[in-house]
């Protein structure tokens, strides 16, 4: 029986460099490939070793036999793929893991940032150069977007986490957290003691919707709700109310379906992952009961994914509904099988009156064509305005993408939102050229798009820019020594954390964690987590 890739694919390929067959598609190098939605298996072509399956970091890979319920849908998905994108399997020009020659000493390089772009860079620094690493990161505690931006309900996810327990066991790393680049240090002083510097900063603000009454109370960005339920320090317990009947979510990406998601589950679901305890509780006391992702377009330009979508129609004791409209009606009857407004076939369509308290029970409303113009309310939001009515809603969460922010000292695109670059470069904006020893990956480098998978192939253009500069002698030679770096942040930082602390934390928080049948009790203060890091 041939295997099938589920919801939690990651898009990192690590399955695809394992296949005996070449059957795992759209792999690196493949035009569409970090444009789908997921990777998929040709049944036709499957020999069901299941190698795949034991490469899989985020354990999407099962027999196509063994797939129930939301899964079940997943084996027909990768089928429908080779249907409409027939492949003959044929392998393409091998490619041979890169190294750095000898004779060139042991470069040492920063990397601002210890999410997945990080982590995936310092992985192949370490596999493939003796370079020495420093991981840099402005919270007291490692992890980034897998600790802080994945949903508490997707655990499957986060075990990608595990493939880089190497990397922070590694002889050769050294690790400061609780340290901030233009705070604590600046850039030149990174450059001052390391070859090369690579920033793996992600994107940390919102996009604003740049309409009147976005700053009320009852409106906040889906970075801090997102941050809220997963124990982000920089993110105040008390910083959602929960009070509300009616919740409107302005977008209709993955980050607005995890919020209506996390806004409507049973809290005895949420007990048994690592949610944050303050979000935990306020939950389990909330009075929201509907959830309306507001979209401008219609649902064929839906910007979530079809894996994370079908998990919404299997939401228990939530009903999925559409807000009745005749173009949406028209966009799904004339809708092509695999299209975005497909998905919505078989769902009911309802006129909801969102100017009266929703009804009993929990739901989600997708509303489509429908063009926010001013949030309501004088002291705190009341609703949405939108085409001449007002969606009455307590909460407003507005997610309509992530934006980069500035790094100080280094160059910074606004259009983009994402420092200039070139193949991982960070280029001077007057002249064009590489900024001598800079270099950047992840969001930071593309913008906010694609998932976690996609910072692995990300990373490696990074780092084969860094091996050729390497080899080309174009790097700087930095002014001080790695000592000297590791009495700087001292100086500059007291508080900071190594490897010790941070094995500290994990193990405390596992072993807290242990105690109450979940993966971990996250701590979600700075001071708990320096006092963690010191038992």
């Given amino acids: 029986m041939a ?13 695809v460099s394992v296949c005996p067959v070449n059957c795992i598609h ?41 797939l129930a319920g939301p899964d079940a849908v997943f084996g027909d998905l990768n089928r429908d793929y080779y249907r409409d994108h027939p492949s003959d399997h044929a392998w393409g020009a091998p490619t041979f893991p890169r190294s750095l020659p000898g ?3 042991t470069p040492r390089i ?26 840099i990161d402005r919270l007291p505690v490692a992890g980034g977007l897998l600790r802080h931006g994945v949903a508490p309900d997707h655990q499957a996810t986060k075990r990608i986490a595990e493939s880089f327990a190497s990397v922070f066991h590694h002889p050769r790393l050294t690790v400061h957290l609780n340290v901030e680049i233009g705070r604590d240090l ?30 009320l109370p009852g409106s ?53 992952t690592d949610i944050a305890d303050h979000a935990l509780a306020a939950l389990r006391g909330s009075r929201v009961r509907e959830v309306v992702l507001l979209a401008r377009r219609g649902p064929e330009d839906a910007a979530w994914t079809r894996p994370e979508f079908l998990a919404l129609r299997h939401l228990p004791g939530v009903d999925l509904v559409v807000e009745d409209h005749p173009d949406v009606r028209a966009a799904v009857d004339a809708a092509a099988p695999g299209s975005k407004a497909a998905l919505l076939a078989g769902l009911p369509m309802e006129t909801v009156d969102t100017a009266r308290p929703p009804r009993p029970g929990r739901r989600i409303v997708l509303r489509f064509l429908t063009t926010p113009t001013a949030l309501a309310g004088d002291d705190r939001v009341t609703g949405v305005e939108a085409g001449g009515t007002v969606i009455e809603a307590g909460l407003v969460v507005r997610s309509i993408g992530y934006r980069g922010v500035p790094v100080p000292g280094l160059p910074f695109d606004r259009d983009a939102a994402a420092l200039p670059s070139r193949d991982g470069r960070v280029l001077d904006p007057a002249t064009g050229r590489p900024l001598p ?43 001080g ?23 500290a934390i994990d193990r405390t928080e596992r072993t807290l964690g242990e105690a109450a049948g979940r993966p971990r009790v996250k701590f979600a203060t700075v001071p708990e987590l320096l006092a963690a890091a010191r038992r």
């Fill in 103 to 105: 004779g060139l000493g």
């Fill in 26 to 66: 759209p792999t690196p190098g493949e035009p569409d490939f970090g444009s789908t939605d997921m990777l998929y298996i040709d049944p036709a072509a499957c020999i069901d070793c299941g190698a795949c399956a034991d490469a899989c970091p985020v354990d999407a890979v099962h027999p196509v036999d063994r």
């Fill in 110 to 135: 920063a990397i601002v940032g210890t999410g997945p772009s990080a982590g995936y860079t310092a992985q192949s620094l370490l596999r493939t150069t003796g370079a020495e690493i420093t991981m």
């Fill in 437 to 479: 020893g800079t270099y950047v990956v992840g969001w930071a480098k593309r913008g906010p798009s694609g998932g976690i998978g996609a910072n692995r192939a990300c990373a490696q253009q990074t780092v084969d820019a860094f091996l050729d500069d390497a080899v080309a002698g174009a790097l700087p030679e930095p002014t």
């Fill in 481 to 503: 020594t790695a000592r000297d770096f590791a009495r700087l942040v001292r100086t500059r930082r007291p508080d900071s954390l190594g490897l010790k602390q941070l094995r």
């Fill in 186 to 215: 600046t850039h030149a002083e990174l450059a001052a003691h390391h070859h090369a510097v690579v920033y793996a900063v992600g994107a940390a603000a919102d996009r604003r919707l740049g309409l009147p009454g976005e700053d």
């Fill in 3 to 15: 295997y099938a890739i589920t919801q939690t694919c990651c898009n990192d390929a690590s399955c």
């Fill in 220 to 272: 906040l960005p889906a970075t801090t709700l997102v941050g809220w339920y997963n124990a982000d320090p920089t993110v105040p317990a008390d910083a959602v109310d929960l009070t509300a009947e009616r919740v409107v979510v302005i977008g209709n990406g993955n980050v607005a379906v995890d919020v209506a998601r996390i806004l409507l589950l049973d809290p005895g679901q949420l007990a048994a």
